[in-house]
């Protein structure tokens, strides 16, 4: 814990897109933080750009009402009633505490704790004494800053650099651009207790995701990287005739024509809308999994990055094993019990085959891989160290 309370203004992106793995990673930043013994304030800004998304009608809508509803009632759910400001431009308002108190707290503040890089850095949001960035979405953000000047800008507005990218630093995934920054590797914070009440072991492999991207595709070393999980799932189609009597979820938005398509080939196709609209059920869907079952990006899985998602993160906080598509995190987190790392359809069947020979062994070896590498007071404490705040 650190020597003294802190005053730290979390940006990030929640009643914007209030779905349940995003609404968690936030309130992992700010939960763990306060339970450090920190003030908090989340800032969210959505210029008049960022359309809220509204899982009722599927789409980006100019009323943040339903965002604002969700992130009010986490927040007061866990201790944090009333510590937020958003800014909509679009409604011609602000919400939360009033904006001179907002523009007190960053002055004063001690970290400006930047989340993914989406809020504009408004003069009030840097006056906090030191200024950090969290990347995560690695490799995608390191060429983005290498190639784009406003990126590059943006980035340099902070004076520490974090990643999700786990390999990524000192130069450790060659041919992905550095821009000269010293990144430094950030596991995803859980907040631990968050994710106790699981049902043992459960019932089927799930994942939930985004079938589909635009304009997410690198070419890096004159190779073109797919950000689509649909082309990586295409190659894996027939799985569920390799493992009879194996539960296979896929559960991802915007499958269109190819949900009946896999459905037939025995996947257990759901709307991931309709599990991560409230934040809660994503909870719930994940408690009562028997482990986690993912493919990745292909600029994370053929440039071995080291990213690790917060989602994968939870369900080894639920004691649930996590078998996700190799992206070398395995050069820093323990696998082969608990969590497995793997290339190709055999590697994956062999993944599956060793939990279902003994799915609570490998559910009591997740936790604790949670709580050695993902516990928010551990990761948060070491990131307030790394930037002289500890």
């Given at each position: 814990m650190s020597r003294r309370s802190l005053r730290i203004v979390v940006a990030g992106f929640f009643v914007g897109f209030p779905l349940g793995g995003q609404a968690w990673m936030i309130l992992h930043y700010l939960l763990g933080l306060s339970r450090l013994g920190h003030e908090v304030l989340f800032v969210e800004d959505a210029s008049d750009w960022a359309y809220p998304f509204d899982p009722a009608v599927g789409h980006g809508v100019d009323d943040s009402g339903h965002g604002r509803a969700v992130l009010t009632d986490m927040l007061a759910r866990y201790g944090l009633a009333g510590r937020f400001f958003y800014r909509s431009d679009i409604e011609g308002r602000t919400f939360g505490v009033a904006p001179d108190e907002m523009r007190r707290f960053c002055a004063t503040a001690d970290l400006f704790l930047n989340v993914s890089g989406v809020v504009p850095l408004r003069e009030e949001y840097l006056t906090p004494r030191v200024r950090v960035f969290i990347d995560t979405d690695p490799v995608f953000t390191q060429v983005k800053v290498e190639r784009d000047q406003g990126m590059s800008d943006y980035v340099l507005a902070h004076e520490h650099f974090f990643t999700?990218?786990?390999?990524?630093?000192?130069?450790?995934?060659?041919?992905?651009?550095?821009?000269?920054?010293?990144?430094?590797?950030?596991?995803?914070?859980?907040?631990?207790?968050?994710?106790?009440?699981?049902?043992?072991?459960?019932?089927?492999?799930?994942?939930?995701?985004?079938?589909?991207?635009?304009?997410?595709?690198?070419?890096?070393?004159?190779?073109?990287?797919?950000?689509?999980?649909?082309?990586?799932?295409?190659?894996?189609?027939?799985?569920?005739?390799?493992?009879?009597?194996?539960?296979?979820?896929?559960?991802?938005?915007?499958?269109?024509?190819?949900?009946?398509?896999?459905?037939?080939?025995?996947w257990i196709v759901r709307d991931a809308l309709a599990v991560s609209a409230d934040p809660r059920v994503y909870r719930d869907y994940i408690l009562r999994s028997k482990a986690h079952f993912s493919l990745a990006k292909d600029q994370n899985v053929l440039l071995k990055s080291g990213w690790f998602s917060d989602r994968s993160a939870s369900y080894l906080a639920a004691g649930k094993p996590v078998i996700d598509e190799d992206t070398g995190f395995g050069a820093v987190l323990p696998t082969g019990e608990g969590l497995f790392a793997f290339e190709g359809p055999d590697a994956a069947v062999a993944a599956i085959r060793a939990v279902e020979a003994d799915p609570v062994r490998h559910g009591r070896a997740a936790r604790k891989i949670a709580e050695a590498h993902f516990d928010a007071a551990k990761v948060l404490s070491g990131l307030l160290a790394a930037v002289g705040l500890g």
């Open positions: 999700y990218g786990l390999n990524l630093p000192a130069g450790g995934v060659p041919g992905v651009p550095l821009s000269g920054l010293d990144w430094k590797p950030l596991a995803p914070p859980v907040v631990l207790d968050l994710w106790e009440g699981g049902v043992s072991p459960g019932r089927g492999y799930t994942t939930i995701g985004t079938w589909d991207a635009k304009d997410r595709d690198l070419e890096i070393g004159g190779r073109r990287l797919s950000w689509r999980k649909s082309l990586k799932y295409e190659a894996m189609i027939d799985l569920p005739a390799r493992l009879p009597g194996v539960e296979l979820d896929l559960t991802m938005s915007g499958m269109k024509e190819a949900a009946p398509r896999f459905a037939d080939a025995g």
